[in-house]
C-alpha cells in the first residue's frame, strides 16, 4: 500500500498568512494526488486533482502542486472561513490511501 | 444540483449487519463511479471501497479491512448505491460517506460527497 504522510499535524496562522501542507507518498505516483478540505461535522469538500487543478468553484488562493512523491497544498492567503482539516489522497494504485490530515487554526 | 445522501446507520452489535443507502440526485446515476469511505470518531479518512458503472463492468473493489464482508452494489434505476456491511466489528464504527468519482480522466478522485451516516458497533 502506498503511504501518504502529511506534515505538520496542524498549523496556526493570522488571517491573511501564506500557509503550506506538504504530502509526501511511501513512492511514485506521478501526479495523482487530490486534496479535500473538511470542517468539523461536515462532508470532505473536493479542493484539487492531479495535484494542481483546481476544482470549479474553488477560490483561487488555493493551489496545488508536486509529482514523484512530494506534493504541496497552498493557501495564498489565509481566510477565516479556511479553517478545516485538509488531507490528501493518492489515486495511483489500490487501496485508495489518505494523508493523516493537517488541522489549520486562526491564530 | 448534484445531491447524495447516506441513511441505514445506527447502533449494531458486534456479528450483526447493516445495510446503507446512498440516494442521488442531480446527475446520470449510471454514468458514474460511486465510492464509499469511512471517518472513525476523530480519526481521518479511509477508502472503503467503491463500484463501478456498468459500461465498465459494474464491478466493485475494496480494501482489504472489509473485503469479504462488505459488499457494494448499485441500482441504476432508483439511482441508489449501496453498502451491506455483514459481520461488523468494534473497529467499523465511523461516518461512512459516499461519494461521486470525478468524471474527468481515468483516475479515482472524487468530487461530490454526501453528509455522511454514523455507524456504531457496540454491545
Known amino acids: 500500500d502506498i503511504q501518504m504522510t502529511q506534515s505538520p499535524s496542524s498549523v496556526s496562522a493570522s488571517v491573511g498568512d501564506r500557509v503550506t501542507i506538504t504530502c509526501r507518498a511511501s513512492?511514485?505516483?506521478?501526479?495523482?494526488v487530490a486534496w479535500y478540505q473538511q470542517k468539523p461535522g461536515k462532508a470532505p469538500k473536493f479542493l484539487i486533482y492531479?495535484?494542481?487543478t483546481l476544482q470549479s468553484g474553488v477560490p483561487s488562493r488555493f493551489s496545488g502542486s508536486g509529482s514523484g512523491t512530494d506534493f504541496t497544498l497552498t493557501i495564498s492567503s489565509l481566510q477565516p472561513e479556511d479553517v478545516a482539516t485538509y488531507y490528501c489522497?493518492?489515486?495511483?494504485?489500490?487501496?485508495?490511501?489518505f494523508g493523516g490530515g493537517t488541522k489549520v487554526e486562526m491564530k | 444540483e448534484v445531491q447524495l445522501v447516506e441513511s441505514g446507520g445506527g447502533l449494531v452489535k458486534p456479528g450483526r449487519s447493516l445495510r446503507l443507502s446512498c440516494t442521488t440526485s442531480?446527475?446520470?446515476?449510471?454514468?458514474?463511479?460511486m465510492g464509499w469511505f469511512r471517518q472513525a470518531p476523530g480519526k481521518g479518512l479511509e477508502w472503503v471501497g467503491f463500484?463501478?458503472?456498468?459500461?465498465?463492468?459494474?464491478?466493485?473493489e475494496y480494501a482489504a479491512s472489509v473485503k469479504g464482508r462488505f459488499t457494494i452494489s448499485r441500482d441504476d434505476s432508483n439511482i441508489i448505491a449501496y453498502l451491506e456491511m455483514d459481520s461488523l466489528k468494534t473497529e467499523d464504527t465511523a461516518v461512512y460517506y459516499c461519494?461521486?468519482?470525478?468524471?474527468?480522466?481515468?483516475?479515482?478522485?472524487?468530487?461530490?460527497w454526501g453528509q455522511g451516516t454514523l455507524v456504531t458497533v457496540s454491545s
Open positions: 442531480g446527475f446520470t446515476f449510471r454514468d458514474y463511479l
Open positions: 492531479a495535484a494542481s
Open positions: 489522497q493518492q489515486a495511483n494504485s489500490f487501496p485508495l490511501t
Open positions: 513512492q511514485g505516483i506521478s501526479n495523482w
Open positions: 463500484i463501478r458503472s456498468k459500461p465498465y463492468g459494474g464491478t466493485p
Open positions: 461519494a461521486r468519482r470525478l468524471a474527468v480522466g481515468y483516475q479515482f478522485y472524487f468530487d461530490y
